[in-house]
Every structure is written in structure tokens, then in C-alpha cells.
């Protein structure tokens, strides 16, 4: 919860407070920490509004881009990233050859996830003066991801242990997630 600007009462949670820069009211931590990815060749400030609004909360947000960005700012792409940026519903073929690219991109995008989750537990381990030393809680660890975000944020909960749960906000369902059911909690909003 968040206190406005000027505003005498203890708490006032919610979008108004995030959006008008309100100074949280949070104890010391530590935080619980949420992994954002947004959609399909999309960067992670693609939800920054929503991301202020729950850091708000007291979670520490930790945002990613989507590989497509990479490829998108020209930078060096071994591995084809380029080849696979479009979803082409237009034949049979195309569609298919789109599924197997989003099979590729999860792979892809979980190797990146959990490789931001790394370097937060490195982080977390590096020796004081680090700002947010102790203030993560790692046994809380959830992701949030909007479209394809929201289909690796699913498939976290199947590819590394260090996820307790996932959002996922309008993403469809690769990997071993469109066959299994999550073994952990999750949350599925779709238009």
C-alpha cells in the first residue's frame, strides 16, 4: 500500500498512488519477487503502469524483454531469432511452422527467465554495501507475463523449481504446460 503525496491517511493501495508517485508504506522486507515478460517482440516497459502498481505492494519487480526486442535492435542473432518474429495464421503450413516457432521462442525464453533468476540469486549474494541486499525473499518467487509472457510464465512452473507461482495475462499454452496442468499455483485471465 502507498500513501499519495500529501495525503494524511495511513494507506490509500491502488493504481491512483503508483501513478502519482506516492511513497510506499512498506516494512523492510524482505519482498516477495515477481519476474515480468511481456509479449511477443514486445520490451518489458510494455506494462510499466501495472508494474508500479504492485511494486507498490511490496514486490520487487524484476522485467525482461522478449528475445524478438533483441533481434529488433539489430544486434547479433546466431541463432535465427529474426526467422521467427511473426505468428502467420494465413495457411495450414504457415500456422504450423509458427507453432514450432513458439516452441522454439519458449525454450528460448525460459533459458533467458531463468537466467535473470541467476543472476538475482548472485545479486543477492554479493556482499554489502548492495542497495537491496536482504530485502528479497527468494522462497517467493512468482512471474507474470502478458501474451507469449504469459505462456513462459506458465512454463516456469514446469521448467525451474524456484518458481511458487505464475500470472498469466491473454498468453496461450506451449510446451508442458498445453499438456499438463500447472503443478503449482496460476492464475490464467484471457479476453
Known amino acids: 500500500p502507498c500513501a499519495p503525496p500529501g495525503d494524511r491517511h495511513a494507506a490509500a493501495p491502488g493504481r491512483a498512488c503508483a501513478q502519482a ?3 510506499p508504506l512498506l516494512a523492510a522486507g524482505p519482498f516477495p519477487v515477481l519476474i515480468y515478460a511481456p509479449g511477443w517482440g514486445e520490451a518489458k516497459t510494455d506494462n510499466s503502469i501495472r508494474l508500479a502498481n504492485l511494486a507498490s505492494y511490496g514486490f520487487v519487480i524484476v522485467a525482461i524483454d522478449d528475445i524478438g526486442i533483441d533481434a529488433r535492435a539489430g544486434s547479433v542473432d546466431p541463432e535465427g531469432v529474426r526467422a ?59 512471474m507474470l507475463g502478458y501474451s507469449f509472457g504469459g505462456s513462459t510464465a506458465m512454463e516456469m512452473l514446469h521448467v525451474d523449481s524456484r518458481f511458487a507461482a505464475a500470472i498469466n495475462l491473454d498468453g496461450w499454452h506451449f510446451g508442458r504446460s498445453k499438456q499438463n496442468s500447472s503443478p503449482k499455483p496460476a492464475l490464467v485471465l484471457n479476453s
Do not use: C, Y
Open 21 to 23: 508517485g506516492a511513497a
Open 84 to 142: 521467427h518474429m511473426n505468428f502467420d495464421w494465413s495457411t495450414e503450413p504457415s500456422l504450423t511452422r509458427s507453432l514450432a516457432s513458439a516452441e522454439w521462442r519458449l525454450q528460448k525464453m525460459t533459458a533467458r527467465v531463468s537466467t535473470a533468476m541467476n543472476a538475482i540469486e548472485q545479486l543477492e549474494k554479493k556482499p554489502a554495501p548492495w542497495v537491496l541486499r536482504g530485502t528479497l525473499d527468494l522462497s517467493r518467487v512468482a
